[in-house]
């Protein structure tokens, strides 16, 4: 790591083996975007679910583009993949007591995206609309 890098915090980086590692996680939610186009703005808002350390938010931009999954130009966000995530097989529901990663909202029935990297979650029913580009 660079001296001049601040140090990932905690819930960023992999404290055991069962944690996915950020960057897969956010390359991989980057490709199952239905949105064919957004905002770097608008793929940060998302990229903020897996992660808020500005140094692992480029990162996953720069491996995603590096992997064909994205392009940035202009400001702009271009999906290349026309992935998406199925409700019906990728998405699983839990009970329990959970923040949303993405409004932070205490929440007794959470959404968990099943990604290759690792499972991504918990979410609200509104926030899973919006972190997989359904509202």
Same mark, same amino acid.
Do not use: W
């Given at each position: 790591?660079?001296?001049?890098?601040?140090?990932?915090?905690?819930?960023?980086?992999?404290?055991?083996?069962?944690?996915?590692?950020?960057?897969?996680?956010?390359?991989?939610? /980057?490709?199952? /975007?239905?949105?064919?186009? /957004?905002?770097?703005?608008?793929?940060?808002?998302?990229?903020?679910?897996?992660?808020?350390?500005?140094?692992?938010?480029?990162?996953? /931009?720069?491996?995603?583009?590096?992997?064909?999954?994205?392009?940035?130009?202009?400001?702009?966000?271009?999906?290349?993949?026309?992935?998406?995530?199925?409700?019906?097989?990728?998405?699983?529901?839990?009970?329990?007591?959970?923040?949303?990663?993405?409004?932070?909202?205490?929440?007794?029935?959470?959404?968990?995206?099943?990604?290759?990297?690792?499972?991504?979650?918990?979410?609200?029913?509104?926030?899973?609309?919006?972190?997989?580009?359904?509202?």
């Amino acid at each position: 790591m660079a001296d001049d890098e601040p140090p990932e915090r905690a819930d960023d980086a992999a404290s055991d083996d069962s944690d996915p590692d950020p960057v897969a996680v956010g390359v991989e939610l /980057l490709s199952k /975007l239905e949105d064919p186009e /957004l905002s770097v703005a608008e793929a940060v808002d998302r990229i903020e679910t897996v992660t808020t350390h500005p140094t692992t938010t480029r990162k996953i /931009l720069d491996e995603a583009e590096k992997r064909g999954v994205i392009e940035r130009e202009d400001g702009i966000v271009t999906t290349t993949g026309g992935g998406y995530v199925s409700f019906q097989s990728e998405v699983v529901t839990k009970e329990g007591d959970f923040s949303c990663r993405r409004c932070g909202a205490n929440i007794s029935t959470g959404h968990f995206i099943k990604l290759d990297a690792g499972e991504h979650g918990a979410f609200g029913p509104e926030c899973i609309r919006k972190v997989t580009g359904r509202d």
